[in-house]
């Protein structure tokens, strides 16, 4: 097989994997839940459905192909930006028949196309990065979906084998990062977006960072010590922030009678598991944890080099482990499982330094607000990374449970508002340290 056709067979790979998952959290309610808002955080299952289908329809069949038009007349229904998630249940939306038909006959055009794309020349067909990115465009999507599916009441619909055990027991250690330069972003990595252009060198003084997220157990103890009643714990937006949202636990947690908390998943209701990564808080909640801990968010920075710099060949890794893609065995990624595995669970997955857990499971909250690298450029549309930038966002990393591996990787820059909490994020801490030369795994 030539180098051509293997990348054509990856990028259909990857376009099947996707389509199979919208379907999967689709066909699996009926048409009233399909064109219901669940929150108002989030848009019709169905929306989501037909946006992933016209975006398709724009740089594939459009764009790449220079194809006649599906359905131009749906442009603007589908369009993120000239309409609010709360609104868009008030749009005249394709029904479940209509959309899923629609996302049908695109998908038809595309596999056309691919068949026909030389995959080089213009920067857009290079390498497959357009059907690549409609792919990750899908997944990013399917995870939202994933997100609305666990806001909905109601009965329980989806389903998955648990999480692998842990092998080990990796709870409250930290290692120390030595003081340096790595390389931050890429350049080569050719699937990746533009906000994680381009490489750079990148200073970071040392800094300790935990072995592994923050749990369950070690997250009750900073509630049993009144850390949602201590202002002095709080920034002063967080502490307005808990005050007016009457935060007092992760979102989805209860407490019953007999004082054992429980957590609700996708329409069930499971014991708190105390080796879990903690999830669903917002980064004002992550941010008083961290101070009652002594310690602090990573930057963005930090997070990386500790998940990509390997300091026996100064290098940076595309992942933890090297560079291979991710595996079953060293990422909690996919929707193969509905909620983290506990910490320990993914030894081969670790980064040279022994830091666990850094890819899947939780998206991971930093203390760094979303900007341009030096040198960003634009491509192919501002809509994606550009209008975001300097606004009110905290970046993540790291992807979770619900990300597909096509939309992660050591270099992927997650945003969100800071006091979002139905997104699977979680966090680690870190902290400052002058001496380099007693760090530990």
């Keep these: 097989m030539s180098e051509t056709e293997a990348l054509r067979t990856e990028l259909a790979a990857a376009l099947t994997r996707s389509r199979a998952r919208s379907a999967a959290l689709t066909d699996c309610l009926d048409e009233d839940e399909l064109v219901a808002q669940h929150s108002r955080l989030m848009s019709p299952l169905i929306w989501d459905l037909a946006h992933i289908g016209n975006q398709e329809e724009l740089w594939l069949v459009r764009d790449v192909g220079g194809r006649e038009p599906v359905r131009s007349d749906i442009d603007e229904l589908y369009d993120a930006f000239k309409h609010a998630r709360s609104n868009r249940p008030q749009l005249p939306l ?6 899923r038909t629609y996302v049908g006959q695109v998908r038809d055009k595309v596999w056309d196309i691919l068949d026909t794309s030389p995959l080089r020349g213009n920067r857009l067909e290079h390498d497959g990065f357009a059907f690549a990115m409609i792919a990750q465009h899908e997944q990013q999507h399917a995870e939202t979906m994933l997100a609305t599916h666990q806001l909905r009441s109601g009965h329980a619909v989806l389903a998955a084998a648990a999480p692998p055990a842990p092998s080990r027991r990796v709870v409250g250690g930290e290692v120390v990062i030595a003081a340096g330069e790595f390389t931050m972003g890429t350049s080569t990595e050719p ?11 990148r200073h970071v003084p040392a800094f300790a960072i935990d072995v592994a997220p923050v749990t369950n157990e070690q997250y009750l103890a900073f509630i049993a010590d009144d850390g949602y009643d201590r202002p002095e714990l709080w920034s002063d937006r967080g502490w307005a922030h808990r005050m007016e ?18 957590r609700r998943r996708f329409g069930t209701m499971t014991p708190l598991r105390p080796d879990q990564p903690v999830m669903h808080v917002c980064y004002f909640e992550a941010e008083a944890y961290a101070t009652w801990a002594g ?8 997070w990386e080099k500790a998940a990509r710099f390997d300091p026996d060949t100064e290098r940076s890794r595309r992942f933890p482990w090297g560079d291979a893609d991710p595996t079953d065995s060293s990422a909690n990624l996919g929707q193969r499982h509905l909620e983290p595995a506990d910490v320990g669970a993914y030894p081969a997955g670790a980064s040279p330094a022994g830091v666990h857990q850094l890819i899947g499971d939780v998206w991971e909250w930093t203390s760094s607000s979303f900007e341009p690298y030096p040198g960003f450029e634009m491509f192919p549309y501002a809509e994606y990374s550009q209008v975001f930038f300097g606004g009110d966002y905290r970046v993540l990393r790291g992807g979770s449970f619900g990300t597909d591996s096509v939309a992660c990787r050591g270099t992927f820059r997650n945003w969100d508002h800071p006091i979002r909490r139905q997104i699977f994020a979680g966090f680690r801490c ?12």
């Design 94 to 99: 394709l029904g479940p028949v209509e959309a």
């Design 191 to 201: 699937w990746a977006l533009d906000n994680e252009r381009p490489a750079h060198r």
């Design 245 to 262: 949202a009457q935060l007092v636990a992760p979102e989805f947690w209860e407490r019953d009678a007999g004082g054992r908390w429980w």
């Design 295 to 302: 310690k602090r968010l990573p930057t963005e920075a930090e």
């Design 430 to 441: 870190a902290r400052d340290v002058l001496d380099t030369t007693r760090g530990g795994r």
